[in-house]
């Protein structure tokens, strides 16, 4: 896959995580002293696309292309696309902002720490976060003819309950796993204890790296759903009996 980049993808902008926009708004609706006053809020660290897709290429393993798009061109696009009622992710109000260089400025205040006392959650951090915040694929959602596979071993004179078994697995699933796929937590991550909620990073032959999250885990059975960003959606489900 490729992402779209406009311009040099060198606009600074300052995000903010959600969470710390939502306890400042809660806050400022018990203050009567900030009546009729204008805030800026934003996170302490200003960054721009290109950086934003560094920080992703370094959490999640994957690296799409780059497609640069003029900044004319992006803006009739978006324009047509609302004209039609086609949503896109991005529409001209947000390139204008993109533009313009949306950050606090010289002399400003940012109002998340000086008035609410916030501390920031740091970039990194929120780009984690929403890297395991992503919702996941369905195989409906998937390009291509739906395919179902299984694939199974019996395992004979073992002194091992079904149980206990899938806990051999469970520990040593990235060793036990082929090669080939280097499956294991993002960057960064460790990946025991798996626990329902995990977020692993697997590749794939010729077709890139795909993330799955934990969706089940039993004494006996895994199951691993993949996140949306990736052409391929599947559900993997590991089972002992």
Known sequence: PALPVLDDGEQAFQPIWANDLGKALAMAVEREDLAGRVLELAGNERTCTNDVLDRFQEITG????RVPVPTLLANLGTKLAAFAG???PINDSQITMLEEGNVIGAGHDNALTMVFGIEPTSLQAGLRLLADALPEQLPSEGFGAFERK???AD?????HTAESL???FRENMNVLTP???ELGAEP???VHP???GSVLTMRLPVRGHIQVRVEELTERSLTLATLQGHPLAGIIRFLAE
């Open 188 to 190: 960064g991550r460790d």
């Open 194 to 196: 798996l626990q329902e």
């Open 155 to 159: 395992i004979r004179s073992v002194h």
């Open 166 to 168: 899938f806990d051999v």
């Open 62 to 65: 994957r690296s799409p292309a």
């Open 150 to 152: 299984r694939y199974w």
């Open 179 to 181: 090669e080939l796929l």
């Open 86 to 88: 086609i949503g896109l």
